[in-house]
Nanobody, 124 residues
Framework: VQLQASGGGLVQAGSSLRLSCAAS????????MAWFRQAPGKGREFVAG???????HYAASAKGRFTISRDNVRNTVYLQMDSLKPEDTAVYYC???????????????????WGQGTQVTVSS
């Protein structure tokens, strides 16, 4: 599976962005997909994830502002980000793999497939 992330950009605080992650391969619908981010000088952290069943999970920092969704026909996962804050500035990565249980969704070591990252910059 190859993942291609897009949709990042420079926006003002309070704005919205929608990230997309297009996947190749026929087994996308069976994959758990997730978004991680890495801010300058920090480690990569979990943002949101969605299982093949549609079950979602969010980091506390994303809950209520971000929405993850998937389109299994288009083999694409989305991250709708609203009410963006300067602290959301980071490179955002999509990741995917099969067989990831809900409790392990936040663990980046569970994912074998990663996109190249897309930069999100939020100005104050």
């Amino acid at each position: 599976v190859q993942l291609q992330a897009s949709g990042g950009g420079l926006v003002q605080a309070g704005s919205s962005l929608r990230l997309s992650c297009a996947a190749s391969g026929r087994t996308f619908s069976s994959y758990t997909m997730a978004w991680f981010r890495q801010a300058p000088g920090k480690g990569r952290e979990f943002v949101a994830g969605i299982r093949y069943s549609g079950t979602t999970h969010y980091a506390a920092s994303a809950k209520g502002r971000f929405t993850i969704s998937r389109d299994n026909v288009r083999n694409t996962v989305y991250l709708q980000m609203d009410s963006l804050k300067p602290e959301d500035t980071a490179v955002y990565y999509c990741a995917g793999d099969r067989g990831i249980i809900l409790s392990a969704m936040t663990d980046q070591a569970q994912y074998d497939y990663w996109g190249q990252g897309t930069q999100v910059t939020v100005s104050s």
